[in-house]
């Protein structure tokens, strides 16, 4: 906390950025994020709550002057996040200085993050990372077989009512025009909302990019325990490719890559689908 | 207001003997909008052509739904049909009644019936969503770049400048001739390294056509077959040229045994090139010549068998019996790799003149004994195990091509592929000389170990490919990408939508994406319509359906979809 | 084998085929060809290559009530768009992944990536689907029809 | 024959290039000549084009098939303006005629005209002769074909045809082309093995030359790649692949056919991939992969894909009286001489030049193995060299370029 204070007064002082990006406590304990330009405004800068920030860093960027240096006060999941939009080309990041914060156990158990810190630490202590698939309550939702998990996520996804606020709170999602508005994909004014497309859809976007924040089910009305859609893909992707969204800033995901440059384990291929290429290297 | 017109196929009673056709047919005429439905006893016969040309004028027509078999050698009347019609055949869409229906499911004529009906709603539905994408043209730049002025490259140079072409050949070193400069003989003959190159070096000289750059290197090839935009750096300067093909012959390099076999300890100890040398400056009073294969090949580092080694020590070997009095050769040998018959010929030729030939196994290979000469070489006889202890005077190391240093560099420039050892890849066996992009050919040693002789080959087979584009006035894409019967035409962008996130640049096996910076740094995929195949992986990689492919975009999928079983 | 396309439950199976023209197209003529013998329950949408297939149609279908999706693309290696099918095969994997999590199964996602000699491979492939969606339950929770031995709310 | 300059008749043609053999090396050379302006005339003796390759169930390296890229190619053949295919034709007289060559054409026109057979397949159970049959491996579209040595002529499959594709009343008839250079494209035919009797061929039906054996065990083939004993149906355990067999043989063919090494591996390989415990034993004399991939092909041993390679010549190969195929054999490694009992013998190595040394009008010489002289006229493909498809393919591009050289155009 005052780590993070010092650190962003000093980087401001001697200009080595033109803003930090964090959280401020204003008038009547108001937590909001804001723009720091002026070292001593840093006193009102907070860590708490938790409060995705990359897609605004994102905006800021976007709106500030060419050449404008910014730093975030970021959380692992924050840092993961802006490297997931460096790679879609969304946040141009030599422009970019994260502030890291690591975040105490409990928030990380609350996250159910297993990696609940940035590459490089400016303020708290790193605590050890939780394996979501030893969390019961992930448990509750991933066990029993294919009917019972069916139902259990079918009934779940009834709840939903259609506001968006999974896909607008994603630090990710970016898209606009999105498929989830098109009815194409999506039949308009149907809710609850044509869940097997409208979540999935939703969930397989993010396959290869989730940095497992759970800004989504955070952000949800009614509950739905959206994070744990994405948490098999990622594990899948880890296992086959070693691959994890946002902490190889240049490696594209291998999903977009051949079977030469990222052959994978290639467990799943059954033996007739393979061919003399495996060979490649 | 359109007028579609459903031709249902009886074919002689093959559809119509398992489907009730008519019955279908009134079905689609009750579901409305205007739908006139004719069921025909054939539609590939030579008077259908005609009938249904008639028909669909008739009718007003200006699309079509054809229900029958899915051949598309069979179309050729129904393509008539429509050119008489004046109906734009893009407008037609094909339902597959007999092999994807009739004649799987005649078991089963009610469910048949409602496949079929389902089938041609999915038909009529992608019609009302399918787009249109022209072909697209480019006027060809009647010129040819050739990389790499060894064997391959002058034959390619020589051969298309002979067919009245200016073709640019860059050659990094001063001089042409590549590996030829440095070797004494050349098999499968006998004659004189320089012979084998003497005629390309000839039309290097006399031909004004061939423009030859040495001391130089490729920098940059932009563009596409037809129009590659080629930056190259000369020893006066950059360059900047506009040709119509790419000719890839820049060659191998040779593997260097350090260390093995005692290289580099005894100078007894060459390599097959250093004894070419050797023959040129003279051979010197040495007649015990012991050759060892496989030196630093068909091994884990090595997993290749670099073809031009056995070859190349028999014809030393041969060379050592016939020139040198009272000469001794053996060649230590894991398999003796001379397939066909000129080289099995030679490799008789060798035991003829008396050439010891000895197999040892790759776990237990020669070993070269002497401190401060070579002495002899030990090594165990693979066929019946007998241990020798051999003196020689000379080790010869038969070592293997290896890719050219600049094939990483050289690929990334060019988008075409290496296989998994280093070399430039082709795309099918039976396209050995060509790559994944249209226009770049790939020849000689830079694509695999070979002989100058199958070097000069592969180079007047790249030349024909070349001429292929270079022969005509402008070229299209659908005529490059050669797939016969291909319906698509390509990717298209929603500059409004795209969000410049470049899946589908990483994606794109045919380089045919780019990211372009509209300005404020934001970035919009560009598709490069020359290149693009419309193979689709970057509509289905697209997080927003900004990338579509009109032909078959995901409107219409939908709608395919939700018709699927509507019955 | 049945050409009663009925599933135990009463509805019949109903399966959505992509089908690269290249080796899955031809090898689904050839079954034609050799008149095998093949229930009812499919229905093919021609792709030029499987790499097209977006993995959101897949959701669509499953969404319009279809019980099972197959794709049918060449040999990895002889894909005759270079490597196009490589990354198909890889997104179909992963899709799989996800309909396992939310227990549709990512079996109901058939891939087969063979050659077009393979007719009988076609034949196999679809025969042996089509008994295996038989044998799973309809989809009926997801889109909206309940599920009937099975309580509606299990919540957490 | 009369071969004069008698005026063309219909049916006679005066391209630029004449293409003899329609196999893979001749559709890649007729291509290439098309595609820089030549006209060309491609002579098949086979009902459909596409050759030896068109045989094959699957290639190596990459264990593709063969049939879309080559259907491919022959489309495009079939299909360009300026390639006339005559498929069932052979050359009957050949001789220089001024500045160009003539050749007279025999054309067996088929009973079954491919552009009206639809496939249906009812002249097939009212033959009595078993005559039709199928040609869907290597034909698209598949087409029936009337087995001319069984027919009869009785006319009850003519009525029976709906679109009136069969007709007997078509007979030879005999083309003059007039070309202006020709290349020999004629690739490979089989070499009957009996003359060696050592390898048992003829003796029992578990005993085939590699290329029937990749018919039999083919996708497209009888059995639907399942893998079964000739003899009984029966499911066989132990295959044996004999190397050299007939090549690399002073007194059959002298030279390699270097196609087979690679082609026994690649038949072992994908047995293995079927059936994981079938055990495939491959004898060698020198294991020659050298192309692309081939090594590195032939130590490939994933999951159970292990195939045995014993090194020695099999001296003699006979079928037991209690079934199966015994092999008597030095491993030269071991140094040992066994003989062991195998389910199927497949033969390699019996692959000739189709070219035949007794040669027809001014037909170019070819040396005593068979082989074109490059110096006596253009050739390409197993006509002038033994090699694999990437081989033949080079071949035929290098030998379009030297025949355009040729004219300075």
Redesign the interface.
């Known amino acids: 906390m005052k780590e993070i204070r010092d650190m962003s007064r000093e980087l401001l002082e001697r200009q080595a950025v033109d803003g930090v990006l964090g959280l401020r406590r204003g008038a009547y304990d108001i937590v909001e994020p804001h723009v720091f330009r002026d070292p001593g405004e840093t006193s009102l800068l907070v860590t708490e709550p938790k409060w995705p920030l990359a897609k605004t860093a994102m905006k800021v960027l976007r709106d500030a002057p060419e050449g404008f240096r910014l730093a975030v006060v970021a959380r692992g999941c924050d840092e993961r996040a802006l490297s997931e939009l460096a790679k879609r080309n969304q946040v141009r990041d030599r422009n970019l200085r994260i502030i890291g914060v690591a975040c105490t156990e409990a928030r990380a158990k609350e996250c159910l993050c297993d990696r609940p810190y940035p590459r490089e630490i400016h303020g708290g202590t790193q605590e050890p990372g939780v394996d979501p698939f030893e969390d019961p309550r992930v448990r509750a939702l991933l066990e029993g077989d294919s009917r019972e998990r069916m139902n259990r996520w079918a009934s779940l996804l009834r709840r939903c009512i259609k506001c968006y606020g999974c896909r607008n709170a994603c630090p990710i999602c970016v898209c606009v025009p999105c498929k989830l508005e098109d009815e194409i994909w999506v039949e308009k004014g149907s809710i609850p909302a044509e869940m097997l497309v409208f979540h999935l859809i939703r969930a397989f976007h993010l396959s290869d990019t989730c940095v497992a924040c759970g800004a989504c089910q955070e952000a949800c009305p009614v509950f739905i325990p959206l994070l744990s859609l994405q948490l098999a893909m990622r594990r899948t992707l880890k296992e086959e490719y070693g691959y994890e969204p946002g902490m190889e800033r240049d490696r594209r995901s291998p999903v977009l890559r051949n079977i030469f440059e990222e052959p994978g384990t290639r467990k799943s291929v059954p033996a007739w689908v393979s061919s003399g290429e495996h060979e490649h290297d | 207001m359109t007028k579609t017109v459903v031709l249902l196929c009886n074919c002689f009673g093959e559809i119509g003997g398992v489907l009730p056709l008519e019955e279908i047919a009134g079905k689609l005429r009750e579901s409305g909008d205007g739908l006139s439905v004719h069921v025909l006893p054939s539609l590939c016969m030579d008077q259908d052509a005609e009938r249904m040309g008639t028909l669909l004028r008739d009718e007003g027509a200006d699309s079509v739904v054809a229900g029958g078999c899915p051949s598309p050698a069979r179309r050729e009347t129904l393509r008539r049909a429509l050119g008489n019609a004046g109906i734009d055949p893009a407008r037609c869409a094909h339902v597959d009644l007999r092999e994807g229906c009739a004649w799987i499911h005649r078991n089963d004529p009610a469910g048949a019936a409602r496949k079929a009906a389902d089938l041609l709603a999915m038909g009529l539905a992608s019609l009302e969503e399918r787009g249109a994408s022209s072909d697209v043209w480019t006027e060809v730049r009647p010129e040819c770049l050739v990389i790499g002025a060894g064997p391959a490259g002058l034959a390619a140079a020589s051969a298309l400048a002979r067919r009245g072409v200016t073709t640019h050949l860059v050659e990094r070193s001063a001089q042409a001739g590549g590996m030829m400069n440095l070797l004494s003989r050349v098999y499968p003959g006998n004659e004189d390294g320089k012979s084998r190159i003497a005629p390309g070096l000839r039309e290097l000289e006399e031909n004004p056509r061939i423009v030859f750059h040495p001391r130089s290197r490729v920098l940059s090839v932009k563009g596409f077959a037809g129009d590659f935009k080629v930056l190259v750096q000369t020893a006066d300067g950059p360059l900047h040229l506009r040709t119509g093909a790419v000719v890839v012959a820049t060659g191998a390099g040779v593997f260097l045994p350090a260390k093995m076999y005692r290289y580099g300890e005894l100078k007894q100890v060459i390599t097959l090139m250093e004894l070419e040398r050797q023959w040129i400056r003279g051979i010197g009073d040495r007649k015990r010549f012991v050759f060892i294969q496989c030196v630093g090949a068909r091994c884990p580092e090595r997993p290749y068998c670099s073809t031009i080694c056995c070859p190349s020590s028999l014809k030393n070997a041969v060379r050592v019996m016939e020139e040198i009095p009272g000469g001794e050769a053996t060649v230590l040998h894991r398999d003796i790799m001379t397939p066909g018959a000129v080289l099995e010929r030679y490799y008789r030729k060798a035991m003829e003149t008396g050439v010891r030939f000895v197999r040892f196994r790759e776990d237990a290979p020669p070993e070269v004994t002497g401190s401060e000469t070579v002495e002899g070489v030990r090594f165990r006889d693979a066929a019946g195990g007998k241990a020798w202890a051999l003196p020689a005077d000379a080790v010869v190391l038969a070592t293997p091509l290896v890719p050219g240093m600049d094939n990483r560099s050289l690929k990334d420039l060019l988008g075409i592929e290496l296989d998994g050892h280093g070399f430039f890849a082709e795309t099918y066996p039976l396209h050995p000389l060509e790559t994944r992009m249209d226009g770049i050919f790939i020849a000689g040693s830079a694509r695999w170990p070979v002989s100058s002789e199958q070097a000069a080959a592969q180079g007047e087979g790249a030349a024909v490919k070349a001429l292929g584009i270079l022969g005509q006035g402008r070229v299209s894409a659908l005529s490059l990408s050669r797939v016969p019967g291909r319906k698509l035409g390509h990717g298209r962008v929603e500059d409004g939508s795209c969000t410049g996130c470049g899946n589908c640049v990483a994606v794109c096996p045919f380089l045919a994406c780019s990211l372009q910076d509209t300005g404020n740094g934001r970035l919009v995929s560009r598709v490069n319509k020359m290149r693009c195949k419309a193979c689709g992986n970057c509509v289905s990689v697209c997080p927003n359906g900004t990338m579509q492919i009109p032909e078959h975009n995901y409107r219409m999928v939908g709608a395919m979809i939700r018709k699927a079983f509507s019955e | 084998m049945e050409t009663a396309s009925e599933r135990s439950g009463g509805k019949p199976v109903k399966i959505l085929v992509f089908a690269c023209r290249w080796c899955g197209g031809i090898g689904a003529e050839r079954a034609g060809w050799k008149r095998a013998d093949l229930p009812a329950s499919f229905r093919v949408i021609p792709v030029e290559c499987a790499a097209l297939v977006e993995p959101d149609a897949v959701f669509r279908a499953l969404a319009a009530g279809i019980d099972g999706v197959a794709v049918l693309g060449c040999h990895v290696g002889g894909c005759r768009y270079d490597e196009a099918n490589h990354a198909a095969l890889k997104r179909m994997e992963l899709l799989k992944v996800l309909l396992d999590t939310v227990g549709i199964g990512g079996e109901r996602l058939c891939l087969a990536f063979g050659t077009a000699h393979e007719d009988h491979q076609f034949a196999a492939v679809m025969g042996d689907f089509h008994r295996l969606l038989q044998g799973m339950p309809p989809l009926a929770p997801w889109t909206g029809g309940g599920d009937e031995d099975s309580p509606r709310s299990v919540g957490t | 024959m009369a071969l004069s300059g008698e005026p063309l008749r219909p049916g006679d043609a005066s391209p630029d290039v004449l293409v003899i053999g329609g196999g893979?090396a001749g559709i890649?050379a007729s291509l290439?000549l098309a595609?820089?302006?030549r006209s060309v005339c491609l002579v098949e003796r086979a009902p459909r084009p596409g050759g030896q390759?068109a045989r094959l169930?699957?290639?190596?390296?990459?264990?593709?098939?063969?049939?879309?890229?080559?259907w491919?190619?022959v489309?495009?053949c079939l299909?360009h303006p300026l390639v006339t295919v005559m498929t069932g034709a052979r050359l009957a007289a050949f001789r220089r005629e001024g500045e160009r060559w003539l050749a007279e054409i025999l054309r067996t026109p088929p009973f079954i005209d491919e552009g009206?057979c639809?496939?249906?397949?009812r002249c097939v159970p009212v033959c009595g002769e078993e005559a039709l049959s199928?040609l869907?491996?290597q034909a698209?579209?598949?087409i029936y074909r009337i087995d001319a040595g069984r027919c009869t002529e009785c006319g009850a499959c003519v009525s029976a045809c709906?679109?009136g594709a069969i007709d007997f009343s078509r007979k030879d008839a005999a083309h003059r082309i007039s070309a202006g250079e020709v290349l020999w494209a004629t690739g490979f035919r089989e070499g009957d093995l009996r003359p060696l009797p050592e390898y048992g061929y003829g003796t029992h039906p578990d005993i085939m030359t590699s290329l029937e054996f990749e018919e039999w065990t083919?996708?497209?083939g009888p059995n639907?790649?399942k893998l079964l004993r000739k003899s009984d149906g029966g499911t066989p355990s132990r295959i044996a692949f004999i190397q050299c067999a007939g090549a690399?043989d002073l007194r059959m063919f002298?030279?390699?056919s270097?196609v087979c090494c690679m082609h026994a591996l690649k038949q072992a390989q994908w047995l293995k991939?079927r059936n994981g415990d079938l055990e495939c034993t491959v004898y060698y004399t020198?294991?020659?992969?050298?192309?692309?991939?081939?090594?590195?092909?032939s130590?490939?041993e994933?999951?159970g894909e292990a195939v045995r390679l014993i090194?020695g010549r099999p001296g003699l190969v006979f079928p037991l009286p209690g079934g199966g195929i015994a092999v008597k054999y030095e491993d030269?490694?071991r140094?040992d001489v066994r003989i062991e009992r195998f389910d199927l013998v497949v033969l390699n190595g019996n692959l000739r030049p189709s070219l035949s040394p007794d040669r027809e009008g001014d037909a170019p010489a070819v040396d005593r193995?068979g082989?074109l002289d490059p110096a006596a006229g253009f050739g390409c493909g197993f006509a002038v060299?033994?090699?694999?498809?990437?081989d033949s393919?080079?071949?035929?591009?290098?030998a379009?370029?030297?025949i355009?050289?040729r004219d300075?155009?």
């Open positions: 893979v890649l290439d595609r820089a302006g390759v169930d699957k290639i190596y390296p990459t264990d593709h098939c063969a049939f879309c890229p080559l491919t190619d489309r495009e299909d009206l639809i496939f249906c397949g199928p869907l491996d698209y579209p598949p709906p679109t083919a996708e497209s639907g790649g690399r002298p030279y390699c270097a991939r020198d294991l020659r992969a050298v192309g692309r991939d081939y090594y590195r092909y130590k490939r994933p999951s090194r030269t490694f140094g193995e082989f060299e033994p090699g694999d498809i990437m393919a080079v071949q035929a591009a290098a379009a370029m030297r355009l050289g300075k155009g």
